[in-house]
């Protein structure tokens, strides 16, 4: 299967920023660790992280991925445009939240996505892209 990992903006400072609540693994270390455990189930990855959404729309309107893994960061709670470019999509999405986003400010327990994905992964830190990718199968 050919997965495709899209993270939103402000993930690219994965390791830097608020490593309270991120961690300290870089984006950079993650997609590593997603990669090796991509392969050992026969999984490829590729990854795309930007802080601007018509990039990252641009990219899911490539249509080369059977399955999509994405961390929408903040555009989570109000993009209706990444929204409707995901319930575009017909193949599995499991969106992924590093830290509980239903434990912290009232705005990050709004989704607009959440409907129009497979399943969601949140509050288990960086692992839980791990996790994205065994839900995959
Ligand atoms: C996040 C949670 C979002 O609320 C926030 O804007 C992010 C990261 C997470 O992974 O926990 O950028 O998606």
Redesign the pocket.
Known sequence: MRILVVNG???SMLGTRQPEI?GSMSLAEIIAEMREHAAGRGHELADFQSNHEGSAIDRLEQRDFDALII?P??W??YSYALRDALAALSCPIIEV???D?EAREDF?KINVIRDVTSAHIVGRGWPGYLEAIDALG
């Open positions: 903006p402000n993930l991120y961390n960061g903040a989570t709670h939240h590093i830290s986003v990050r």
